[in-house]
């Protein structure tokens, strides 16, 4: 199995909908992020949460919202998707004393 | 700010041919720095890293060297796989960022048999 789960790996939806996606990760690390990978641009940083009670925004969190439930769980939302949201999503942890992310399979949201 | 700069995709190679993806990095202090791969399909994962200047990390052939002076960090293996045909992703952590990694756009790699 996965150390870090992401859900659904495939979304289509429609302009203005409310979206959420879930990631759950095994390894026992406190810190997890949310990317976006777009073709050309690399990644790039939407959210990032320290431990369950600290959320920090990224580069890019215009439009989206995230919600740490538990060490292991965090959830990105766009509470009215739009079509330039259509990406790839990234969950990731990271062990603080090596710096290594780890990611998950990634989602892949298409917003029409 | 801190930034990443890699050569362009996408790149094709025969088997057994030799690889060198060019990377190169602006950021303040002492950054650490990585490769990440991500093959079709699936997330990214650590190929190899290096911490401070003149390391040089390797993993399954591939090695990369920490050039400070270039601020460079070239990504090489001698002889490359079918199976190495994948996306890589140059990327470095600051000093005292918290947490914050910045990545490359990434350079796409092709190998045909």
């Known amino acids: 199995d996965a150390d870090v789960t992401q859900t659904p790996r495939n979304r289509i939806t429609k302009t203005g909908k409310r979206i959420m996606l879930e990631c759950s990760q095994t390894?026992?690390?406190?810190?997890m992020y949310w990317y976006r990978q777009d073709p050309g641009l690399g990644l790039q940083l939407i959210y990032y949460?320290?431990?369950?009670?600290?959320?920090n925004k990224g580069e890019i969190s215009d439009g989206y919202s995230v919600s740490r439930q538990a060490q292991a769980k965090f959830s990105l939302s766009l509470e009215s998707a739009i079509p330039n949201q259509t990406a790839l999503y990234f969950c990731?942890?990271?062990?603080?004393?090596?710096?290594?992310?780890?990611f998950g399979e990634g989602s892949r949201l298409t917003v029409l | 700010g801190n930034s990443v700069t890699q050569m362009e995709g996408p790149v094709t190679l025969s088997e057994e041919a030799f690889l060198t993806i060019n990377c190169t990095y602006t950021?303040?202090?002492?950054?650490?720095l990585f490769w990440y791969v991500q093959y079709p399909g699936e997330g990214l994962q650590l190929l190899l890293k290096?911490?401070?200047?003149?390391d040089k990390g390797s993993n399954k052939g591939f090695e990369a060297t920490y050039r400070k002076e270039t601020t460079s960090f070239h990504l090489e293996k001698g002889s490359v796989q079918v199976s190495d045909s994948a996306v890589y992703f140059c990327?470095?952590?600051?000093?005292?960022?918290?947490?914050?990694?910045?990545f490359g756009p990434g350079t796409r790699l092709s190998v045909l048999p």
């Open positions: 990731a942890t990271s062990d603080f004393r090596t710096g290594e992310l780890f």
């Open positions: 390894k026992g690390h406190d810190r």
């Open positions: 949460s320290f431990d369950v009670k600290d959320i």
């Open positions: 950021a303040t202090g002492y950054p650490s």
């Open positions: 290096a911490t401070k200047a003149d």
């Open positions: 990327a470095l952590k600051a000093a005292g960022s918290g947490q914050n990694f910045v």
